[in-house]
């Protein structure tokens, strides 16, 4: 036996041990710097890793796939001209990377297929330096004259470095360009115009979805570019879902948060009356809104002898089904008619609870009213989940009701609770949703889960 040995793994033993038996979770310095730590690494997974990394990994396999051997050799190679290949690599780095990580899956993929080490060294080297983003913000924070001395100097000493790998390494590159003597390239298998389009299509999507906020008083173009840069970044890539918001709270705070006045002369009250079809207004994010009012109180008085009245929002809604990909009903905070027609309309039914004990209160009744809505009225509803709001996971009270949420429902709770956050609050105030408002907030990164996992169906 190995008493050295042993007794270093007894010491790294102990050392743990006690390093967890006296961690001092009761400070709430040290958990927040736990917290800061993980919140960190958070951050770098999603805007780094994400954003940034896996874009460029991507544009290294476009530059392997549709960037044909003859033409890094044409161009990079060991017996391009020394002029050209220099000029090309300093300058081409500037348009494919964002940071120092995104350029060497980059670097790798030109060198691999035949460059020679002295151009893409000045590749590796320029890029960073006189990336897209770094040359605008240097250019726009420091001056014109600043973001082109940059430019010229990064090109400069990337060729100047570039060409004292070549010298130090002249003995390899000598004997890649005898081996390159004798390859013969092979024909290009697709035009320019198309490995070009699929090429800066990758490009601008790493660029678009980097694009960082702007000063609070700019209006202009940097500020254009950054409130529709997902927009921006989601047309290279995929069209979103039509999406119809119905207001049937007769407090109109769904049509009042998206910027919409409670007094427009069609709203759902007419429409639950007959006076006219589901009036549809356009928001200027994209999504269609049927608005309220303060009148739509009254609604339920006014309907009281009206045969049929909780199918009145299904009839009204038939027509619109096929337009849409989600109709989503804000429901008013009571079970009445109002809310009869949404339960009898609806086919899922997502139950918000504050993560407090009062909030729980009503659930009961409102499982009995949903049973009886689905044996009598809409055999088609069903729990889409319930979905914990206000939370604050360093409360306990929180936390006892998030557990008592769950075990009472099972397999219905989304995994996600909605956090306490001011920009949720802020949001309506700006008649924007939370994801035009603060997209990197958390109250927005909670909703984006919660909405995966509605589209996936995986709830606790």
């Known amino acids: 036996m190995d008493t050295k040995k042993e007794l270093k793994n007894l010491l790294w033993i102990v050392v743990i041990f006690t390093a967890v038996f006296f961690l001092p979770l009761e400070s709430e310095r040290f958990m927040t710097a736990i917290d800061a730590t993980l919140d960190l690494a958070k951050w770098y997974a999603r805007e780094h890793v994400v954003l940034c990394l896996l874009p460029a990994f991507f544009i290294a396999g476009v530059i392997a796939v549709f960037v044909s051997q003859g033409s890094v050799l044409k161009y990079f190679g060991a017996n391009a001209k020394k002029w050209l290949s220099y000029t090309v690599a300093a300058i081409s780095g500037g348009i494919l990377a964002v940071c120092s990580c995104t350029i060497l899956p980059l670097f790798t993929s030109i060198y691999k297929r035949g460059a020679g080490l002295g151009p893409a060294i000045a590749f590796l080297y320029s890029g960073p330096a006189i990336s897209i983003l770094s040359i605008i913000l240097t250019a726009r924070i420091l001056g014109l004259e600043m973001g082109i001395a940059r430019t010229v100097g990064a090109i400069s000493f990337a060729v100047v470095i570039g060409l004292l790998m070549s010298f130090i390494f002249r003995k390899e590159e000598k004997a890649k360009k005898e081996e390159q003597m004798n390859i013969v390239p092979p024909p290009e298998k697709r035009p320019i115009w198309q490995t070009s389009v699929h090429f800066f299509t990758l490009v601008l999507i790493l660029v678009f979805a980097n694009w960082g906020a702007p000063a609070a008083s700019d209006t202009g173009l940097w500020h254009s570019i950054f409130t529709y840069k997902w927009h921006i970044t989601g047309a290279l890539q995929q069209k979103g879902y039509k999406v119809l918001l119905i207001d049937l709270d007769g407090q109109a705070n769904l049509t009042e948060s998206m910027g919409l006045s409670a007094e427009l002369p069609q709203t759902i009250y007419g429409a639950m009356k007959g006076e006219y079809p589901l009036p549809i207004y356009q928001h200027k994010d994209g999504?269609?809104?049927?608005?309220?009012?303060?009148?739509?109180?009254?609604?339920?008085?006014?309907?009281?002898?009206?045969?049929?009245?909780?199918?009145?929002?299904?009839?009204?809604?038939?027509?619109?089904?096929?337009?849409?990909?989600?109709?989503?009903?804000?429901?008013?905070?009571?079970?009445?008619?109002?809310?009869?027609?949404?339960?009898?309309?609806?086919?899922?039914?997502?139950?918000?609870v504050q993560a407090q004990y009062l909030a729980m209160r009503g659930m009961a009744k409102l499982m009995q009213v949903v049973s009886k809505v689905q044996q009598r009225l809409n055999s088609d509803l069903k729990i889409a989940g319930v979905l914990i709001t206000q939370y604050d996971g360093r409360k306990n009270l929180n936390k006892s009701v998030s557990e008592l949420v769950q075990e009472t429902f099972q397999g219905k709770v989304f995994s996600t609770h909605i956090r306490n956050a001011i920009a949720l609050a802020e949001a309506p105030t700006q008649g924007q949703d939370i994801f035009h408002y603060a997209p990197k907030s958390a109250g927005a990164e909670d909703y984006e889960s919660v909405c995966n996992e509605l589209l996936m169906g995986k709830m606790n």
């Open 287 to 352: 999504m269609s809104v049927v608005p309220s009012c303060l009148d739509l109180s009254a609604v339920e008085t006014e309907l009281i002898n009206e045969a049929g009245r909780e199918l009145i929002l299904a009839h009204l809604i038939k027509e619109s089904k096929d337009k849409y990909d989600y109709i989503l009903i804000d429901c008013p905070p009571s079970l009445s008619l109002l809310t009869l027609n949404a339960l009898t309309a609806s086919d899922q039914l997502i139950i918000p």
